[in-house]
């Protein structure tokens, strides 16, 4: 459906076509109602008339000893009778022979053929039309008048009633339309007021770009539904202003982790050109390049892999797990570096939980995490890897407790963002590139999992994998 | 191995250059073609031994080519080179009719490893017995021994010699060896420490109590097994 009115008064004018549109069906309403109660009413008073006249007529009737009909016409030379001359009066025989009509109706018939019933038992009020076309309202009496049957048949003109309905209807014609584009205008002004709210809100978003998402639109505080509107638009911004800040933060880091290795090839190359060497100087300088050409790779992999966590293009290769042996055997992967260390790495498994899980991703999440716990350990050093089970909706912990240095509570807090090193003195030789848990988070977060993290700084650290269990059914079908 | 007469097919011209002086260097004869028609014309009318195709190629697609030869009846082997690295790509670069693809960046020393391994498919495996030098590994019974002196080597440890003492001479790089000795497909992990922790251990027993240390270190590339040069 294509809207009647296109703009930014759009609603409004909405709003107050349709209340405009139900003020005309309900004076429509109200007129025919009006109109038809009146038009019964007044009809009903002038049946009340005639059968009045009616009665009076009877009694000014009679029968000469000739055996004529006669009418006491005088009667209505009263004034207070003038009224009972403005009627049409008709008297006929049973047999249709008319036995008087009054000086109104002269030559004019009043009705048709006599019914059957007419005028028995009450008055059969009735409308009929002049011949000349006046409109009636009629009645009709069977009177016994000395012996002999006569109906009488006295009408009175419609026409008052018709008056006074044209008079009613030409009031209306008047009155509504200039009622109708009041309650228009009003509505219309109305509606403009109420939406006033939402085209300042409008407006001001408008005005909130990319470079400026820390604005926010100014809330009245009153509570309403328009406040509400504004502060859900605000909540988004907040948001939204969060996820740049992160993402331009990722970029700068990117960027400086990308171009260091890159400009370290440069110069290595670039003064290597420079002057003349032995062969084995070449020979260092062509690998300390491919040394930087491999940092740059596996960071290039790791960014890869994270823009796809994010664009969420990794499918998951899901298939039952057993815990222990998956702990164990991680464990198993990594104890020689533990043992350059002279560190010690415990598995503490009192149950064996099988899991939904794609080994790949796990194993690296895990590998990431003991690495961290065996590389900030320091020599002598502990770390225990417990399998707990965990809550209802989290069915398994994996928890690796080490003896490092711990983590302060905003270290705790920025220790999945990427790039981020807990040590920024750390050379970037000796550390990553500060990835490896943002690449754990990922993974643990693809399989419906959480990471929790406490620590005492100066006493270690626990990092907690909450993963989901397996369900029976999967269980089952291992 | 015996040398073998290889197409690349790159349109990379640098990239080009270097597979070619790295496949010449182990006495392959190596033929370039830069773009998917001359490629596929040259694989058309000529005899190889092993055809290496880029996906990306002006012209042709790569692996159209690819899928084009293997209708025509070539039974050539084909490695594929290919920047992209999701599983949907490997899954089309491995239906259209390669026999085994590599991703871009890539070692050279992967590529002469993958070369041997498409060459050797009609080659006999390996004795029970590996020699270098007075290295002697024994893999039926897994024993080590140098200069008649056995060595208790790990598992690990062992795998790790056998994967070398079958590509004597030939440069391994961490990443071949996290694949094919770890068998960690993944390639985020900080598995490198770890080889290098091991190769250290290796070399503890069977270089550091001996005059000729044969497990050597190429810096920035990776290590190689040989008498020294």
């Known amino acids: 459906m294509t809207p009647l009115f296109k703009g930014p008064q ?21 007129a025919i109602g009006t109109s038809a109660l009146l038009f019964l009413q007044m009809r009903a008073q002038l049946v009340h008339f005639a059968v009045q006249d009616v009665e009076t007529v009877e009694g000014l009737m009679s029968i000469a000893p000739d055996g004529r009909f006669l009418m006491r016409d005088d009667y209505h030379n009263h004034p207070e009778s003038k009224r009972v001359l403005e009627h049409y009066l008709e008297v006929l025989a049973p047999d249709g022979t008319i036995l008087y009509r009054n000086d109104r109706l002269g030559s004019l018939k009043l009705g048709g053929a006599i019914e059957s019933s007419e005028g028995v038992g009450g008055y059969s009020p009735r409308s009929i039309s002049l011949p000349d076309g006046t409109p009636l309202v009629i009645v009709s009496r069977r009177h016994n008048l000395q012996g002999r049957t006569v109906i009488i048949r006295l009408a009175h003109s419609e026409e008052p009633v018709w008056h006074a309905l044209k008079q009613f209807w030409a009031a209306a014609a008047v009155m509504f339309p200039v009622m109708l584009l009041l309650a228009a205008a009003v509505g219309f002004r109305m509606s403009h007021r109420i939406l006033a709210p939402v085209r300042s809100i409008a407006s001001q978003a408008e005005l909130i770009t990319s470079s400026r998402l820390h604005e926010r639109i100014p809330t009245n505080g009153t509570g309403d539904e328009l406040d509400q509107l504004a502060e859900t638009f605000n909540r988004t911004l907040t948001r939204l202003d969060l996820s740049f800040t992160q993402l331009r933060q990722f970029t700068a880091d990117a960027s400086h982790e990308l171009r260091t290795p890159l400009a370290a090839i440069r110069s290595v190359g670039e003064v290597g050109l420079a002057r003349d060497g032995s062969r084995e100087e070449y020979r260092e300088l062509v690998a300390s390049m491919l040394e930087e050409v491999n940092r740059l790779t596996r960071l290039v992999e790791e960014l890869l892999l994270i823009a796809r966590g994010d664009a969420g293009v990794i499918p998951l290769n899901l298939r039952p797990l057993k815990v222990v042996e998956f702990v164990r055997d991680t464990i198993a992967l990594l104890e020689p570096l533990a043992e350059e260390k002279s560190q010690r790495l415990e598995l503490l498994a009192p149950l064996d939980e099988q899991i939904q899980a794609d080994p790949l991703f796990l194993r690296q999440a895990l590998i990431n995490v003991l690495h961290n716990a065996i590389k900030y350990s320091p020599v002598n050093a502990k770390t225990v890897v417990r399998i707990e089970c965990g809550p209802a909706a989290h069915g398994v912990i994996i928890a690796v407790h080490d003896e490092g240095p711990g983590l302060s509570p905003e270290q705790i807090s920025r220790v999945f963002d990427r790039f981020y090193r807990v040590d920024q003195g750390r050379s970037r030789d000796a550390g990553g590139f500060g990835l490896g848990l943002a690449i754990a988070q990922w993974a643990v977060k693809a399989h419906q999992g959480k990471f929790e993290i406490t620590s005492t700084p100066g006493a270690g650290s626990e990092f907690r994998i909450l993963l989901p269990a397996a369900s029976k059914s999967d269980q089952r079908s291992a | 191995m015996e040398p073998v007469k290889i197409l690349v097919v790159e349109d990379e011209h640098k990239l080009a250059t270097a597979i070619q002086q790295g496949l010449a260097a182990n006495q392959h004869t190596v033929s370039v073609a830069h773009s998917g028609e001359d490629g596929f014309f040259l694989a058309q009318t000529q005899t190889f031994d092993l055809l290496v195709f880029d996906v990306m190629l002006p012209g042709r697609d790569g692996l159209e080519i690819v899928a084009s030869l293997r209708r025509l009846g070539h039974r050539t082997p084909i490695l594929l080179l290919t920047s992209k690295d999701g599983v949907d790509d490997r899954v089309a670069g491995l239906d259209s009719g390669a026999d085994d693809y590599l991703v871009k960046p890539f070692a ?6 993958r070369v041997r391994a498409l060459g050797r498919r009609n080659t006999p495996d390996f004795g029970a ?12 019974r897994h024993t080590v021994t140098r200069a008649g002196k056995s060595l208790d080597l790990t598992v690990r440890e062992f795998e ?3 994967y070398f003492m079958r590509q004597p001479d030939q440069v391994i790089s961490r990443e071949m060896l996290a694949r094919e000795v770890w068998k960690e497909s993944a390639r985020h992990t900080p598995i490198d420490n770890l080889i290098d922790v091991h190769i250290a251990r290796l070399r503890r027993k069977m270089d550091d109590p001996y005059q000729r240390k044969l497990l050597q270190t190429i810096r920035g590339v990776g290590f190689v097994l040989r008498l020294s040069e």
């Open chain 1, 10 to 30: 759009r609603i409004g004018a909405r709003i107050s076509l349709t209340y405009s549109l139900l003020l005309i069906a309900a004076l429509s309403f109200f």
């Open chain 2, 108 to 113: 050279l020393s992967e590529l002469q490893a």
């Open chain 2, 129 to 140: 017995t590996l020699k270098l030098d007075d290295l002697e590994l024994d893999r039926v």
């Open chain 2, 160 to 162: 790790l010699l056998e």
